[in-house]
């Protein structure tokens, strides 16, 4: 199987063929894609290089599948043109989002969630068939993997008194920025209203409520968040630890003695979702409050794009 990476030179590129290795994708042929000015630079696959080619050539090569993780705009131009050559396109943008067990043979452009939203309804599904979900009210502590190479740069530059190219309009190290991505009218950001519509999609309900506001934060390893929940049935909390640790995907953490709980230290290059923190809020029935952690680059966007590729082929769509 043919198989496109587009965005291959990137963070989540390079994690996505790091991904697509460990977990023995049958890809017989990878095709790397980047911008022009990244054409006929090399990446490594398995131990073998590749050089990366351009869209038109990736296209020509007829992928049974193209992964992007080049940004909406690329997206939002090349995924229907690969579509429309008949290679199914999981796509890693805001461009589109589509929950997997919805999709048909009739869909080519298929959506990767948002890095934050991902973590977060993974551990808020199995609580919602559970408890039913109200309202949720979530703080997010966002890595600087999220925005991408440059903001990396950016951070360790700072902590080593270099001067250089700035992701951000203000200093990321010993600081926190309250802004992802742009403001919209209602002032929220746009990342921050992305977790509020894809919440109720992915979910599937849109009597959910949710207001989220999101933080950049001046780690490397993983996105971190609060996430208050008000359900319409009473729980045990006893009970709802166990919905979670019995739940594919979560590792609870929750050992308040030994001071064991999520954090980016523990979920770096780790697929699952860490959650811990788990406590009644007292100010409030039928609510927890609760603490998620997860690897931004790996769940949140390279690992869970190539399990769509998975759900994919073993629904015979590939």
């Not at 696959?45 to 705009?73: H, L, N, Q, R, T």
């Not at 993997?145 to 902590?159: I, M, W, Y």
């Not at 990342?191 to 950049?216: G, L, P, Y």
Request: proline fraction near 3%; hydrophobic fraction near 45%; glycine fraction near 6%.
């Amino acid at each position: 199987m043919k198989v496109a990476v587009v965005g291959a030179t990137g963070l989540v590129g390079t994690k996505m063929l790091q991904v697509l290795a460990e977990r023995n994708f049958p890809v017989t042929e990878i095709i790397p894609v980047a911008s022009e000015r990244s054409v006929g630079k090399e990446v490594i696959f398995k131990e073998k290089s590749y050089k990366v080619v351009s869209m038109e050539d990736a296209i020509a090569a007829k992928p049974a599948v193209a992964i992007f993780s080049a940004g909406g705009s690329t997206s939002l131009e090349w995924a229907p043109k690969f579509a429309a050559a008949g290679i199914r396109v999981i796509d890693n943008s805001s461009a589109w989002r589509v929950n997997a067990n919805v999709l048909t043979a009739e869909d080519f452009i298929i959506a990767n969630p948002n890095c934050s939203t991902i973590q977060m309804v993974v551990a808020l599904q199995p609580l919602h068939l559970k408890y039913k979900i109200k309202r949720v009210v979530v703080s997010t502590y966002q890595s600087v993997t999220g925005t991408g190479k440059k903001a990396v740069d950016q951070l360790f530059n700072e902590r080593k008194g270099i001067e250089g190219e700035m992701a951000y309009k203000y200093a990321i190290d010993l600081n926190v920025i309250p802004q992802i991505d742009v403001f919209l009218d209602n002032g929220y950001t746009k990342e921050e209203m992305k977790m509020v519509k894809e919440t109720n999609k992915i979910m599937q309900d849109d009597s959910i409520r949710v207001t989220a506001t999101t933080v950049r934060i001046p780690v490397v390893g993983g996105h971190s968040e609060s996430v208050n929940v008000e359900f319409e049935n009473e729980f045990d909390l006893v009970e709802l630890t166990n919905v979670l640790k019995n739940a594919p995907g979560i590792i609870v953490q929750n050992d308040d003695a030994n001071q064991l709980y999520p954090m980016p230290l523990w979920a770096h290059e780790k697929d699952e979702v860490f959650v811990g923190r788990l406590r009644r809020d007292e100010s409030q029935d039928k609510t927890l409050n609760m603490w998620i952690v997860s690897d931004n680059l790996r769940k949140g966007a390279a690992t869970n794009a190539v399990q769509i590729a998975e759900y994919l082929l073993s629904k015979g769509l590939l």
